[in-house]
């Protein structure tokens, strides 16, 4: 029984498409293993993971942690990282697949990939009041250099989300995060709006409290 478990499991990882090793972006990246056309499904965010309800007590500590997804659906979903996944995708300033956080998180092709390219993904990543950020290390030509967008406490609450949908009335901040969805436009990652959206609507939350 234990025996058939064993080649179950072994099946499963031979027909991914996607492996995983050392990048030369960081650490260990994702790379396919087959060409992939925009729109298809690329590999799961988490093959394993536990998903927690935003309003479970350790989905605050879990949102904090660098791999953790804030779901769409209101959930949070935090990989197993025992078990390699799209969590292991590099962040890039030109990113060729998207991180989409609805139900179990996947990463989708946004442009064609050839075989043996690195699989990669923007963040979408808020930092908080000049809070230590991640230098990207993506090589793109049009690298902003750092990974996250700085929000201030000051500037979140200047910000209103309607179904997703940032709207502010300070000309300074609709400014910011007019330049800031511009680029995303440029790089085909507008939805990552949706997902500086969640975090900006939790920093509000959790200024409140
Ligand atoms: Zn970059």
């Known amino acids: 029984m234990s025996q058939k478990k064993a080649r179950a499991r072994k099946a499963m990882f031979s027909l991914l498409p996607v492996e995983f090793r050392q990048s030369a972006i960081e650490g260990r990246g994702v790379f396919a293993k087959r060409a992939f056309q925009p729109g298809e499904t690329i590999v799961a965010y988490a093959p394993k993971q536990t998903k927690l309800s935003a ?43 998207l991180l989409f956080a609805s139900g179990e998180g996947r990463i989708q092709c946004a442009r064609p990939i050839a075989a043996g390219e690195e699989i990669t993904i923007y963040y979408g990543w808020v930092s908080r009041n000049g809070a230590p950020r991640t230098p990207c290390l993506c090589g793109a ?10 929000v201030t406490h000051e500037d979140a609450a200047r910000v209103d989300v309607t179904s997703g949908n940032l709207a502010t009335r300070d000309a300074r901040v609709a400014a910011k995060l007019e ?13 990552v709006q949706r997902t500086i959206a969640s975090t900006l609507v939790r920093m509000k939350q959790v200024n409140r409290g």
């Open 55 to 97: 309003d479970d007590p350790g989905a605050e500590a879990a949102a904090a942690t660098r791999f953790t997804l804030m779901s769409q659906d209101g959930f949070v979903i935090v990989p197993d990282t025992s078990v390699p996944g799209g969590w292991l995708c590099n962040h890039s300033c030109a990113p060729n697949a």
């Open 141 to 150: 030509e049009t690298c902003r250099g750092i990974v996250e967008l700085d």
């Open 179 to 191: 330049e800031y969805a511009e680029f995303l436009r440029s790089i085909g990652q507008e939805h």
